[in-house]
């Protein structure tokens, strides 16, 4: 993958377990894995917790995680968050004995502490349970046991309140090891991102930033701005004079407005530049702010600034 994509950087890869409940239609799970049907040509396939390792193994990511079942998180049934759940668990075990066997034995060494060192791709397990707190606690509980490098926070942010999400997070923070990361999957807003790193999060991934960058709203130093309005076709500074990223250095509000007028698509690159490297920034901002204890302060100037985004 890192030669195919020319990147130098790390590179984390879903299992599709996610993947594969978006297509809810053409999924089947049963104890050996998830058959689905390709909705780009009608193939069918079979993931299975061995198989899922065995091809991050094959592209050469940096971060793998496990195949999983995500529930959608509106309303959801006990009884149907429970079947997942029992069966991510047992799927979680597979994934773990199947990465110790693909990553050469040496690579892996057990610390006093009980936690685990590798110099190869690293385990995340993924962390079910829906909007059920003592499902999530159970499903944090059981992951902490296995032998993986970090945790990820599944099957939220996919329609249940922000009471419930927040509830959820907790539940599973408060029963991770404190020394190894949880990242929160497929959450991005500002707002969004300091509220569970609040609640002890440090990773998050999202289609947000990019997405509304192709409709031309970015965020900025002072809040929000939609490039496509009028009031920006003449002004001559750039998008966020406080950002570093390539569009601010190079390119003013002006041009970047010209270019989303006439349909051309530099300009969903270059805005997504910009939010891709506003939200890394706040990351930033945010662990400065722990260190100094002015995390609140931040969260509380962000929640103005960004609210309703
Ligand atoms: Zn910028």
Same mark, same amino acid.
């Given at each position: 993958?890192?030669?195919?994509?020319?990147?130098?950087?790390?590179?984390l890869t879903?299992?599709?377990g996610? =993947?594969v409940?978006?297509?809810p239609k &053409? !999924?089947?799970i049963?104890e050996?894995?998830v058959?689905?049907?390709?909705?780009?040509d009608?193939?069918?396939?079979? &993931?299975?917790?061995?198989?899922?390792?065995q091809?991050?193994?094959?592209?050469?990511?940096?971060i793998?995680?496990?195949?999983?079942?995500?529930?959608?998180a509106?309303?959801?049934s006990?009884?149907?968050?429970?079947?997942?759940l029992?069966?991510?668990?047992?799927?979680?075990e597979?994934?773990?004995?199947?990465?110790q066997?693909?990553?050469? /034995?040496q690579?892996?060494?057990q610390n006093e502490?009980?936690s685990? %060192?590798?110099?190869?791709s690293?385990? &995340?397990?993924?962390?079910?349970?829906a909007?059920?707190?003592?499902?999530?606690?159970?499903?944090?509980?059981?992951?902490?046991s296995l032998?993986?490098?970090? @945790?990820?926070?599944?099957g939220?942010s996919l329609g249940e309140?922000?009471?419930?999400?927040? /509830?959820?997070?907790l539940?599973?923070t408060?029963?991770?090891?404190e020394?190894?990361?949880r @990242?929160?999957?497929?959450?991005g %807003?500002?707002v969004?991102?300091?509220?569970s790193?609040?609640r002890g999060?440090?990773?998050f991934?999202?289609v947000?930033? %990019?997405?509304?960058?192709?409709?031309?709203m970015?965020m900025?130093?002072t809040g929000?701005?939609?490039?496509?309005n009028?009031?920006?076709?003449? =002004?001559?500074?750039?998008?966020?004079?406080?950002?570093d990223?390539?569009?601010c250095?190079? @390119?003013?509000?002006?041009?970047l407005?010209?270019?989303?007028?006439?349909a051309?698509?530099t300009?969903h !690159?270059?805005?997504?530049i910009? *939010?891709? !490297?506003?939200?890394? !920034?706040?990351?930033?901002?945010?662990?400065?702010a722990?260190?100094?204890? %002015? &995390?609140?302060?931040l969260?509380e100037?962000?929640?103005?600034?960004? =609210?309703g *985004?």
């Amino acid at each position: 993958l890192h030669k195919f994509m020319h990147w130098g950087g790390s590179i984390l890869t879903d299992s599709g377990g996610f =993947q594969v409940y978006s297509l809810p239609k &053409f !999924r089947k799970i049963k104890e050996e894995g998830v058959t689905f049907q390709s909705h780009h040509d009608g193939s069918k396939h079979l &993931f299975t917790p061995e198989n899922v390792i065995q091809f991050e193994s094959e592209i050469g990511s940096d971060i793998w995680t496990m195949l999983d079942v995500c529930i959608h998180a509106k309303n959801p049934s006990k009884h149907e968050a429970r079947e997942a759940l029992n069966i991510t668990k047992r799927w979680a075990e597979r994934a773990a004995k199947a990465y110790q066997q693909t990553v050469p /034995e040496q690579h892996i060494t057990q610390n006093e502490d009980g936690s685990f %060192t590798v110099g190869n791709s690293l385990l &995340f397990g993924i962390i079910q349970g829906a909007i059920f707190p003592d499902l999530r606690k159970e499903a944090a509980l059981h992951m902490a046991s296995l032998p993986t490098h970090g @945790y990820c926070i599944g099957g939220l942010s996919l329609g249940e309140t922000l009471e419930q999400m927040n /509830e959820s997070v907790l539940a599973v923070t408060d029963n991770l090891p404190e020394g190894k990361p949880r @990242y929160f999957m497929g959450l991005g %807003t500002p707002v969004e991102i300091l509220n569970s790193i609040e609640r002890g999060v440090d990773m998050f991934d999202c289609v947000w930033p %990019t997405r509304v960058a192709r409709n031309g709203m970015v965020m900025t130093s002072t809040g929000r701005v939609n490039i496509k309005n009028a009031e920006y076709r003449t =002004q001559d500074i750039p998008l966020d004079a406080e950002c570093d990223c390539y569009t601010c250095r190079r @390119y003013s509000r002006a041009y970047l407005c010209h270019l989303f007028r006439s349909a051309e698509l530099t300009s969903h !690159r270059l805005l997504s530049i910009h *939010n891709i !490297r506003f939200l890394i !920034r706040l990351a930033e901002r945010a662990r400065e702010a722990i260190k100094n204890g %002015t &995390f609140m302060q931040l969260k509380e100037e962000v929640i103005r600034k960004y =609210q309703g *985004n």
